[in-house]
């Protein structure tokens, strides 16, 4: 089966940085589709970022011009690079993976049949 592990959270203040990864197992030559959600608690899962099949990104608008998703060539890892943390940013971070045929929507949960295990990431000001 196919398992993601990620990586990178941390503690940090407001206006510094951070790079989470996600890297799937085993190795694929399928084209995955790849996002990370971030959970607060009490509330639901929400879309932050996406990497579509073919290269297209997608961000949720709280963090347009400060969230990156990126991979490398071979498409095991997948990174997510946050800069100017807010304190809004803080909560568990998940990274997701679809296989083909994709999901519709791509910041519904339910559209993700593949989860890495949550990595913590705390802004505080």
């Known amino acids: 089966q196919v398992q993601l592990t990620e990586s990178g959270g941390g503690s940090v203040q407001a206006g510094e940085s951070l790079r989470l990864s996600c890297t799937v197992t085993?190795?694929?030559?399928?084209?995955?589709?790849w996002a990370w959600f971030r959970q607060v608690p009490g509330k639901e899962r929400e879309g932050v970022a996406q990497?579509?099949?073919?290269?297209?990104?997608t961000y949720v608008d709280s963090v347009k011009g400060r969230f990156t998703i990126s991979q490398d060539n071979a498409k095991i890892t997948t990174w997510l690079q946050m800069n100017t943390l807010k304190v809004e940013d803080t909560g568990i971070y998940y990274c997701?993976?679809?296989?083909?045929?994709?999901?519709?929507?791509?910041?519904?949960?339910?559209?993700?049949?593949?989860w890495g295990q949550g990595t913590q990431v705390t802004v505080s000001s």
């Open positions: 997701a993976a679809d296989d083909p045929p994709y999901y519709s929507n791509w910041d519904r949960d339910s559209g993700y049949p593949y």
């Open positions: 085993p190795y694929t030559t399928e084209s995955y589709t």
């Open positions: 990497l579509d099949y073919a290269g297209r990104t």
